[in-house]
């Protein structure tokens, strides 16, 4: 369960201070009378498919993935989550409810700001609208190259693909965890590799 956590304005300035720096200095007094934050445990829901989003999120420390449901129930990451990263607000855009379960892989520190906020500010605050299209555009261009991968990629090119774009989280997750946590962690990590080469009957694969 998660526990809020109790910020001045003033402590909380810096903490979120990529997203407030696009604030007027007029509105920065409503995003921090209604922003939230709250502290997770690993593995705990930030949200989860089929809720109603009510807030764009913004990740103080830690680490979360984003995930579809998959053939067989089994979960998909579509997407990794670190500081500093903002999650959260597409599905209010379209009028839909979430689509993804967002989870924290370690524990971590969430900022939560009201859409409404958000929607009010983007009406007259150029800086914003443009940082929030910018971060869209990066994310359809991943979900592009995701695409690319799958259709034209074989299964080696795909896996190293996959690697090398977790390697900046993992060094991440190696500087806050145990050394025998994080080599836990690579312990799931292969076996999804195993269940991936078993479920495709690949016997050459060589991890």
Do not use: W
């Not at 200095?25 to 109603?52: H, M, W």
């Not at 053939?71 to 579509?78: L, S, T, Y």
């Not at 990794?80 to 959260?88: A, E, R, V």
């Amino acid at each position: 369960m998660s526990r809020t956590i109790t910020y001045s304005s003033k402590q909380l300035a810096p903490l979120i201070q990529p997203i407030a720096v696009l604030f007027d200095p007029e509105s920065e007094y409503r995003l921090f009378e209604t922003c939230s934050v709250q502290a997770y445990k690993k593995n705990e829901n930030i949200y989860t498919v089929g809720d109603v989003p009510r807030h764009l999120h913004y990740l103080i420390s830690g680490s979360a993935k984003s995930c579809l449901a998959g053939m067989g129930g089994r979960q998909q990451i579509i997407r990794l989550l670190k500081p500093s990263d903002i999650f959260g607000y597409r599905e209010s855009l379209a009028d839909k409810n979430r689509t993804t379960t967002v989870t924290t892989l370690t524990d971590s520190v969430v900022c939560s700001i009201p859409l409404e906020v958000i929607v009010d500010e983007v009406a007259h605050n150029p800086r914003l609208s443009h940082y929030l299209l910018h971060h869209l555009s990066l994310l359809l261009a991943m979900a592009d190259q995701r695409l690319l991968s799958l259709t034209q990629k074989h299964l080696r090119g795909r896996i190293a693909e996959t690697l090398i774009s977790t390697i900046g989280l993992l060094v991440a997750l190696l500087s806050i965890l145990s050394f025998s946590l994080f080599c836990s962690l690579l312990v799931v990590i292969a076996k999804d590799f195993v269940f991936l080469q078993q479920h495709l009957n690949i016997n050459h694969l060589c991890l």
